[in-house]
């Protein structure tokens, strides 16, 4: 093994190589207490999560200002990454021991920032089982020449230029990755498999709720509201 000036080892890395470990060993060097799962604890991480938010809420309501919302804005979307953060635990299943409990949290998490948490779990852990490979890994995959040159023309102005990137999340739940086909909504997709689309019903159910409540909210449902124009007199 050659050494380099600085005395360290000049060896060659091979990325396309397998490592000389497998996951089982990776999983046995990990402390037994790295595996202990507290529902309390995690929980709790929720709830000042949650508090922030309000926080951050109120304080918006309060120095309503020019010079305040753009503080506000960074911070609470931090937070709402937070949430989503939360919300990725229980879908990896590191958030509790019960499934229940994972599924129940984070259906509420996800659902908050319009996210369908079983869609998104699903398409998740896909990537997780085929990182770095370009035809089978889910997000962040490079787009080849030829897939490139095929978009249409909104579709390259969307995805690639500033600052309209930093809606490609939305976009990607919805539509997913270009060259990819499907949607994180739709059951029947082909990111889901016969036995999973009930649970990306569920899910999507979760996301139309809350668009159906606001809906409901401001426009009735045996009766609609009405709508008025000019001066009405409403003694």
């Not at 506000?72 to 990896?92: E, K, R």
């Not at 500033?162 to 499907?182: E, Q």
């Not at 979760?206 to 909210?217: A, S």
């Amino acid at each position: 093994m050659e050494k380099s000036n600085g005395g360290h080892d000049n060896t060659d890395f091979d990325p396309s190589a397998l490592p000389p470990f497998k996951i089982a060993e990776i999983r046995a060097a990990i402390p037994k207490h790295c595996w202990v799962k507290n529902t309390w604890k995690s929980l709790s991480y929720v709830l000042r999560d949650v508090l922030i938010v309000a926080a951050l809420i109120v304080a918006a309501i309060k120095f309503d200002s020019w010079f305040f919302w753009p503080i506000y804005w960074p911070l609470q979307g931090t937070m709402f990454w937070a949430i989503f953060v939360l919300g990725h635990d229980c879908g990896h299943g590191s958030f509790s021991d019960s499934s229940m409990v994972n599924s129940l949290v984070g259906h509420i998490l996800h659902s908050s920032i319009l996210v369908p948490y079983h869609g998104w779990r699903i398409s998740h852990k896909t990537h997780h089982q085929n990182h770095g490979n370009v035809e089978k890994d889910e997000s962040w995959v490079p787009l080849t020449e030829k897939v490139y040159k095929n978009l249409d023309t909104m579709t390259k102005f969307v995805r690639f230029s500033l600052p309209l990137p930093m809606f490609a999340y939305p976009i990607y739940l919805w539509r997913r990755s270009p060259g990819k086909s499907g949607s994180h909504f739709h059951p029947y997709s082909d990111l889901f498999s016969p036995n999973e689309r009930k649970e990306v019903i569920v899910s999507t159910i979760f996301v139309m709720w809350l668009d159906f409540v606001t809906y409901l909210h401001h426009h009735g449902y045996t009766q609609k509201l009405p709508w008025y124009r000019g001066k009405v007199n409403l003694q």
